[in-house]
């Protein structure tokens, strides 16, 4: 199993517009975070989760060239509004529509965003069509297993992720913007070889889990590796990453694991 880190940060991006701080003016290029997503190739079953406003750049930059099909977390603009370049991977499944799956919030999102691209196929060559399917609690494919389980985020829930894959046993944990990882999350990340858990700042936030709350939660499950993703300005990733406890980092862009 490999999992790419296409984007690693928060809803404004590192760095932010007009913003002279040490983090944003950085040479670290760990530090430049376009918003969060990731790929994952699971035995050949290419699966992208969340397409970010930078969506297209990501791609390029990470030579990404076959989807099998798309799983949306929430409806969230940092996670939403890059899916009309998913127009391109119809393309290339032949003028096919791609299975988008998520949960009844992020459907709703997708119908009042992209209404133009619900259909059987593109309107024309070029264009994106979506097949909206309610994310079931286990996907079951030949080449592995898609868990799912829901997590609080403010006012809605984001799909919390873990792909097992078939050949291996390799297990991945994919838990971004979420406030906390409620017990059957923690009970369906347990085993993993490799967990992400959203770890927006050191301060708290109402929506989101901070790096020690974080932290806290990789304790508990106990993968074998955690990366903390979603990470804003305040995270400067080399002198920050120092204080992590072992077996924990900060994910960044263009990360590569391999499972």
């Given amino acids: 199993m490999e999992v790419i880190f296409l984007g690693t940060g928060t809803s404004q991006g590192?760095?932010?517009i007009a913003c002279d701080c040490a983090v944003c003016t950085s040479s670290d290029p760990r530090n430049r975070r376009t918003r969060a997503s990731i790929h994952v190739v699971m035995d050949g079953l290419h699966v992208q989760v969340d397409a970010a406003p930078e969506f297209?750049?990501?791609?390029?930059?990470?030579?990404?060239?076959?989807?099998?099909?798309?799983?949306?977390?929430?409806?969230?603009?940092?996670?939403?509004?890059?899916?009309d370049d998913l127009r391109r991977f119809c393309d290339l499944r032949g003028g096919e529509a791609l299975t988008v799956y998520t949960t009844d919030e992020g459907m709703g999102r997708v119908l009042s965003i992209f209404p133009y691209a619900i259909a059987e196929r593109p309107v024309a060559k070029g264009y994106a069509a979506f097949k909206l399917l309610i994310m079931p609690p286990v996907l079951d494919l030949p080449q592995g297993t898609i868990q799912s389980t829901l997590l609080p985020h403010g006012g809605v829930n984001t799909l919390g992720l873990i792909f097992t894959e078939r050949s291996s046993g390799r297990k991945f944990a994919y838990y971004t913007d979420c406030k906390r990882v409620p017990h059957e999350a923690v009970e369906f990340a347990r085993g993993a070889d490799a967990l992400v858990l959203?770890?927006?700042?050191?301060?708290?936030?109402?929506?989101?889990?901070?790096?020690?709350?974080?932290v806290a939660a990789a304790e508990v499950i106990g993968a074998g590796q955690t990366w903390l993703t979603h990470l804003t300005h305040l995270t400067d990733h080399g002198p920050d990453e120092a204080a992590l406890p072992a077996g924990v980092r900060f994910a960044y862009d263009g990360l590569r694991l391999k499972l």
């Fill in 14 to 16: 590192v760095p932010m």
């Fill in 56 to 83: 297209r750049l990501q791609c390029l930059r990470e030579n990404i060239r076959q989807l099998d099909f798309f799983i949306l977390t929430h409806g969230h603009a940092d996670h939403i509004t890059g899916m």
């Fill in 198 to 214: 959203d770890g927006l700042r050191p301060l708290p936030h109402p929506t989101h889990m901070s790096t020690s709350e974080a």
